[in-house]
């Protein structure tokens, strides 16, 4: 079956850290751009990091320099470390893949939740 499954999601204080992964099934994620993707409550989805197969990376400017997206492609997961985190991060975290002959996937989402 065709799938990105998430995990990592929860609550955490301001200032803390969170670590989201997500793993591709049944996909060509090694030759694949993959990505992760916010939407808070009441907001549009928008995108906050993505990583080519060279490792090449690019960020929203609300997340620079405190997440840090990396890939592991003998396990076909993403990650996406979350460090410094405010409550205005708070949101639903999707990862995406874009496969090169243009098919994109979207994982179910996890909620993470910046509150003290």
């Known amino acids: 079956q065709v799938q990105l499954v998430e995990s990592g999601g929860g609550l955490v204080q301001p200032g803390g850290s969170l670590r989201l992964s997500c793993e591709a099934s049944?996909?060509?994620?090694?030759?694949?751009?993959v990505a992760w993707y916010r939407q808070a409550p009441e907001k549009e989805r928008e995108l906050v990091a993505t990583?080519?197969?060279?490792?090449?990376?690019n960020y929203a400017d609300s997340v620079k320099g405190r997440f840090t997206i990396s890939r592991d492609n003998a396990k076909n997961t993403e990650y996406l470390q979350m460090d410094s985190l405010k409550p205005e991060d708070t949101a639903v975290y999707y990862c995406?893949?874009?496969?090169?002959?243009?098919?994109?996937?979207w994982g179910q989402g996890t909620q993470v939740t910046v509150s003290s």
């Open positions: 990583i080519t197969p060279s490792g090449r990376t």
């Open positions: 049944r996909m060509p994620f090694s030759i694949s751009i």
């Open positions: 995406n893949l874009h496969s090169p002959t243009g098919y994109i996937y």
